[in-house]
């Protein structure tokens, strides 16, 4: 094998290589022992034509095409390692020369990953997180606590917002009414916005028995089109208006919430430990958004190829849909629902990446620099934390991921934390 690389632009070469003439031979009997099978000679059943005989009625040239088509997968892929370069899409071949009794050499345009050139990636000056527990954080907390055991009684007063109300409705346009806009008995809560802008304002103030005109106009973007931009009226009666009966913040409460603890005491302590954690997680979380984003702006890549964002795009797509499907929502039904297509997911998920491709280059980048390679224990650990999250055997994630997509993986890993471990958090940055 020889193979020559030669760099035509930022992220494109041409590489050239030869395929020796043993390997020539050998890819043309087997393109033959797959052609003769379709062959018809006079004289010779099907199939069973010589090689010499199919040559001098054909040629050898006839057999180029699939004996190339046999050799190229290998040829290419160990030109590729002995050129030193990593492609990031499928070539571009191009037959250089093809004559009988010599090499064949071949010429493939190639796209390759971009060279990064590191910058500063350890400790690094990320703004200040503040993880402290304040009394108001475990009062709302407690409070959200209580408005979930809430209870709805009935009320004479006019509604508030926070009240539920009970009622029938029917849209009108233009003095017609329209598909999808009556119901009956319908429970609202006011102030919770779910129903078009304007529409849930109207009703504050008005008691069980009131019927009501409310005029609402449907926003530009509604996807509904033959509603969107348009003024409509809809008839209400309010049949009944139920308020939120909150329960006594006490120990009694505490254990209808928590069936773990004992006392209001109690649930206090375990609301901000909770919260703690959570604050810590979160903490942890802007430190390496910080920290990762700002190592990819220290580096340098002059260019991302555009078949590494198609690919990150794809990517994301496909585990989008896929996380939907385990949902029992498959992509026909998701973009139903959504009054969605494909290319508005797509548009959806190319904003950030080219982001996302720098920043997993870098990844890999510091990979390299580090000389981070995992071992084959922290391969088996890997396996069984994947196995645990996603609820399935080990045999079934190690059939699903080869060792390399592990260890590469592992390491990306490993290079984030090494990242965010070294930060150093600045109180002069922070928000």
């Known amino acids: 094998m020889s193979a020559k690389w030669e760099k035509k632009g930022v992220n494109d070469g041409e590489l050239t290589f030869e395929i020796d003439t043993d390997k ?25 034509v010589s090689r010499q005989v199919f040559e001098k009625m054909y040629g050898e040239e006839a057999l180029y095409q699939d004996a190339l088509n046999i050799l ?29 009794g010599k090499a064949w050499v071949i010429k493939a345009i190639v796209t390759v990953k971009p060279e990064v050139k590191l910058g500063e990636y350890k400790g690094l000056s990320v703004p200040k997180q503040n993880t402290r527990v304040y009394q108001k954080d475990i009062d709302e907390k407690l409070e959200q606590l209580r408005q979930q055991q809430a209870e709805l009684v009935l009320k004479d007063s006019a509604a508030e917002n926070g009240d539920t109300v009970v009622i029938d409705f029917d849209g009108y346009l233009d003095g017609k009414q329209f598909d999808g806009g009556k119901a009956d008995n319908y429970s609202l809560e006011l102030g919770s916005n779910s129903f078009i802008p304007g529409f849930e304002d109207q009703l504050v103030g008005h008691k069980a028995g009131d019927d009501v005109d409310v005029v609402v106009t449907f926003p530009d973007d509604y996807q509904a089109e033959e509603l969107a931009g348009k003024e409509a009226t809809f008839k209400v009666a309010i049949h009944e208006v139920k308020g939120k009966e909150l329960p006594e913040l006490d120990d009694e409460f505490a254990k209808d919430v928590d069936e773990d603890v004992d006392s209001l005491e109690e649930l206090k302590n375990k609301t901000k430990e909770q919260i703690k954690e959570t604050k810590k997680s979160e903490a942890h979380d802007a430190i390496e958004d910080a920290a990762l984003t700002e190592a990819v702006d220290n580096a340098e890549i002059k260019e991302v190829p555009q078949s590494m964002i198609d690919e990150d795009i794809q990517r994301q797509m496909d585990q989008y849909l896929a996380g939907m499907q385990q949902q029992g929502i498959n992509p026909d039904m998701y973009f139903q629902l959504t009054g969605t297509n494909p290319d508005d997911l797509k548009k959806q998920f190319a904003d950030d990446a080219e982001r996302r ?13 580090e000389d ?15 196995a645990q999250q996603y609820g399935m055997e080990e045999t079934a994630v190690r059939n699903a991921l080869t060792d390399d997509m592990l260890k590469h993986d592992i390491a990306i890993k490993n290079a984030v934390d090494l990242i965010v471990d070294s930060a150093k958090q600045d109180a002069k940055k922070a928000n």
């Open 357 to 369: 491709v720098k920043t997993n280059l870098v990844l890999e980048a510091i990979v390299d620099a």
């Open 372 to 386: 981070i390679k995992p071992s084959e224990e922290d391969v088996t650990n890997e396996v069984k934390e994947l």
């Open 24 to 48: 020539i031979s050998e890819s043309l009997n087997q393109a033959f022992q797959k052609v003769k099978k379709n062959i018809t000679v006079p004289g010779f059943r099907k199939g069973k």
């Open 72 to 100: 190229l997968p290998d040829a290419y892929s160990a030109a590729v390692s002995e050129a030193s370069i990593d492609p990031v899409a499928q070539p571009e071949i191009n037959v250089e020369s093809m004559e009988k």
